[in-house]
């Protein structure tokens, strides 16, 4: 597992339950602009200890080779997150699939590093874990995330219907996904 990855101008870190202060910074200052696409978040997401756990757990299922989540920060500002890339459900056997999930600060939207850091995470998934499908759901009204997929080469398949529970609701979800041809 790969723990730093650098692109041109950012820098992508799995981060140690030491630094859950830059993550519950990070879910605090974008509460408004995240929730809307996620599904109800437990009574004590925003605390530090919350956090630190969530960061150990993650971990060690990257130790297990079911998870890949990296932090991401601006070459210039190592400090603050700037967004997450994390790919999850990772399934090996005759799959070999995993379901994409990314989130960015509200400040940092519509300049490419979305793009950026998603690309450089996956090119990690494909040499190390070996990927040759992930997945993206992403509800309809989402046009962001939706250009977003598209731009890195995801493929629509179909809407899932009431797949997913968002703010107490169930919501259907448009399926994207990504085949990475260069695995044989």
Known sequence: MQMNIQSDRL?????HPNEADKVLSFYVQNKDHFEPWEPER???FYTLSYQRLSLSIEYNLMQQLKLLRYWIFLKNDPHTIIGSVNFYNIVKGSYFT???GYKFDHRFLSQGYATEGIRAAMKVLFSDYE???IEANIMPSNLRSIHLAQKLGFQYEGLAVSSIKINHRWEDHARYAYINNEIR
């Not at 820098?11 to 981060?15: A, P, Y």
């Open 11 to 15: 820098q992508l870190r799995v981060l």
């Open 42 to 44: 437990d009574i004590n």
């Open 98 to 100: 995993c379901q994409l």
């Open 131 to 133: 990927i040759h499908r």
